[in-house]
């Protein structure tokens, strides 16, 4: 990655379907991903590995990633809460598996019944299961509560640090922060990322920030300042956590490559296409309150000398 | 100004009820502003010396001001656009003058119908008379567009430094920095920030930011990362620019409150007591839309702890 470049990854394909109670159409989904893709966007979390009794919406997550496998340059990540859906993941193809572990012990019994501990365990099994049938399929954990929770509060720091060396020992390519519960203020992103960073160095992942009470873009500035580059967001703000009572609200694509591009941070999405994504998606969610700023103000008029060319228009000779 | 705190100075009275249609009656007026100081706040800009004719949402700013005038510990400001405004002021016995600038000619010109040439030395004039009949009131300009124009795209930066030197030579105690058609990013708020402190050094002003982008607390984490202590917002988000077509949005004080005490960053402001103004402001707006986050989420579980004592307590024994 440049000095002055992000890797804006796309999760509402994911996070935000599996929040809405409606279930997106195949159909609509691929539409979707076609768009966000086409916008520039190289790397989409498009479902999670989960028991279509649990969530109705990822049923279909395999003809999902059949799909996304064939778009160019992408990169098709899936979530996978545990090693049957690693398989399963696995099985379907993806590059890219992102595992969610808690940092809050309150918060990993509620939501997936394990004790952090046995998460780390369970982390293991699905790194030797990627060594042993597919080497080059990337493993991210994705630390969930690490700035704070609902269920118990304030999460030491000590304990993101201790849990984010476990991951690490325990195999995982990358570890990244997620601010599940919308408590994350600029000054701990900062402290967070800079101590995770001092302890498992360049395997320190993607701020996964959220905009529960409007800080969302301040704490990606934040984490940008201390190195992070990989961001990720969701278009239309769609998502968040459904565990986490209260929380709501992922950063929203269309505000977070609107301010990297206007800071001069090459993020490779073109705007005016990823508002044209904008519609299809809401095509396929008829009625869904979708958020962000941009969408309604428009670009300003002094944009489009500074705007990222186009990825299609990139490939010209 | 202690190294961890900043002054959050409240524009919603002014910048906000000039921006709507309806016109807030006196009384409301007056009980949002109890509501307001009540909270905390130490700096409201409480109304605009205007002729009636052209924003009859400001014909009682004589009577707003003599009530606000009697709550202890408040600076109570206005807006004066031209000599006369300030005489008006003046006579009315507020503590601060602020005074619009356009940074951009173009909507100097289409705002005052003034060159910025005019409005420096009308700045002069303002100067002058406040030194002859009112010493102790401090005078500030603000200057709009000094990040990009509606109207004319891009404004230089050497534009903004340069206007700073002159309004300081025509003798205003600071000049504040206004995003007044949303167009600032992070990068540019530090680097023109720090270019006019390098030339009017502690002259240098508070931040005016606004959301129409979503950037607004991004780009007051970035203010405050280079040394600015004063933000302006206002309540609910409300008012915006408008002469900037297109421009909407400030800074939403609640938000902007959450961010910097979380940050552990003094405001002197209690949210839970703002939050109860938020009604008090809607009663005498109805309809009006009200923007904001944390209203919508309300405060984390963990905030009792890190929250500002209310500044009624604090006066406790």
């Known amino acids: 990655m440049p000095p002055h470049a992000v890797l804006i990854s796309e999760v509402g394909p994911r996070d935000g379907l599996q929040s809405v109670k409606a279930?997106?159409?195949?159909?609509?989904?691929?539409?979707?991903?076609?768009?966000?893709?086409?916008?520039?966007?190289r790397e989409i979390e498009v479902g999670s590995f989960v028991p279509a009794s649990l969530l109705p919406q990822m049923a279909d997550v395999a003809d999902v990633v059949r799909h996304a496998l064939t778009l160019p340059g992408l990169t098709v990540m899936a979530l996978v809460p545990n090693l049957r859906g690693a398989e399963a993941a696995l099985a379907a193809g993806v590059h890219k598996l992102s595992i969610p572990v808690s940092a809050s012990e309150a918060h990993s019994l509620a939501n997936v019944r394990k004790t952090r501990?046995?998460?780390?365990?369970?982390?293991?099994?699905?790194?030797?299961?990627?060594n042993a049938h597919a080497p080059h399929v990337h493993v991210e954990a994705g630390m969930s509560t690490a700035f704070g929770c609902t269920l118990q509060g304030d999460v030491p720091v000590d304990?993101?640090?201790?849990?984010?060396?476990?991951l690490v020992n325990a195999g995982v390519d990358e570890v990244g922060l997620s601010d599940t519960s919308g408590m994350a203020n600029p000054t701990q992103v900062r402290h967070l990322f800079?101590?995770?960073?001092?302890?498992?160095?360049?395997?320190?992942?993607?701020a996964h920030l959220h905009n529960t009470r409007g800080l969302g873009l301040a704490n990606c500035l934040a984490a940008w300042d201390v190195g992070v580059r990989t961001f990720d967001s969701s278009q239309g703000g769609l998502g968040g956590c459904p565990y986490a009572p209260g929380a709501s609200g992922n950063v929203v694509t269309e505000d977070l490559v609107f301010m990297f591009e206007a800071m001069g941070v090459h993020t490779g999405v073109n705007l005016q296409a990823l508002m044209a994504a904008r519609p299809i998606l809401q095509a396929g969610l008829p009625g869904e309150p979708l958020y962000g700023m941009t969408p309604l103000a428009g670009l300003p008029i002094n944009w489009l000398g500074r705007a990222t060319p186009h990825p299609t228009e990139q490939t010209q000779p």
């Open 23 to 41: 279930v997106m159409p195949t159909a609509a989904k691929l539409a979707w991903i076609n768009a966000l893709h086409a916008a520039g966007l």
């Open 117 to 130: 501990q046995h998460m780390v365990a369970e982390v293991a099994r699905i790194v030797a299961l990627r």
């Open 159 to 166: 304990d993101v640090v201790a849990l984010a060396a476990a």
């Open 194 to 206: 800079n101590r995770v960073r001092a302890e498992i160095g360049h395997r320190t992942g993607a």
